[in-house]
């Protein structure tokens, strides 16, 4: 009898202990710490968590290789003005931002003026050392980035005659300033864009 209290008696803690030590021990590692939103799914407990984007995009194969060095010189020139167009963007949007800030026609002839210095300052530094191809990709990205053809910026900023003006200079080395940028068409130029990890700086 008093064996079999006592072999109760050890079974009954055992499974105490047990259900203690189960209760009781967690492997904690570094991570389980962090806290995320969760859902549930059929009753079922899952974690929420919000990746990077990722794009998966397949190796370029190209016919010949007169085609692969006409592509490389694309991506070269694409890389070369995209800063240009950046500012170009930037500083249009923020012109835009100044513009509506004020009724007062003084302070916004400034703000065009300032706008106006700025641009023609990169022009004389920089942008006038381009050349035509790269010229031409520079106003289609301008486009691109402000939604607005370089002959409608300089309309809207300079008015009729210095548009018409700039577009007959311009004109002269092979470019349109009326040139928009067409996603369909500039396929390749997009897809440069895209691989290096930029999409629209608004």
Not at 27 to 42: H, K, L, P, S, Y
Not at 97 to 118: F, G, H, M, N, P
Not at 128 to 149: A, F, P, V, W, Y
Request: glycine share 4%.
């Amino acid at each position: 009898m008093i064996n079999k209290a006592l072999l109760l008696f050890c079974s009954l803690f055992s499974v105490a202990s047990l259900s203690m030590a189960q209760n009781t021990y967690v492997n904690a590692g570094t991570n389980d710490t962090i806290r995320v939103a969760a859902i549930n799914v059929n009753g079922e407990i899952m974690p929420w968590i919000v990746l990077k984007e990722v794009v998966v995009a397949d190796y370029r194969r190209f016919a010949t290789k007169e085609d692969y060095d006409r592509f490389r010189r694309l991506r070269y020139n694409v890389i070369k003005v995209l800063p240009y167009a950046r500012f170009a963007g930037q500083r249009y949007r923020q012109l835009e931002r100044d513009l509506a800030t004020t009724s007062d026609k003084r302070k916004q002839k400034q703000y065009v003026k300032d706008c106006d210095k700025e641009i023609k300052d990169l022009f004389n530094r920089e942008v006038k050392n381009l050349t035509i191809s790269q010229g031409e990709i520079l106003i289609k990205l301008i486009d691109r980035e402000t939604q607005h053809s370089s002959y409608e910026l300089v309309r809207d900023l300079k008015g009729n005659v210095s548009a018409f003006v700039m577009q007959s200079v311009a004109k002269l080395f092979g470019h349109d300033l009326k040139n928009k940028y067409d996603v369909d068409q500039e396929r390749d130029i997009e897809a440069i864009i895209r691989s290096t990890g930029y999409y629209s700086y608004q």
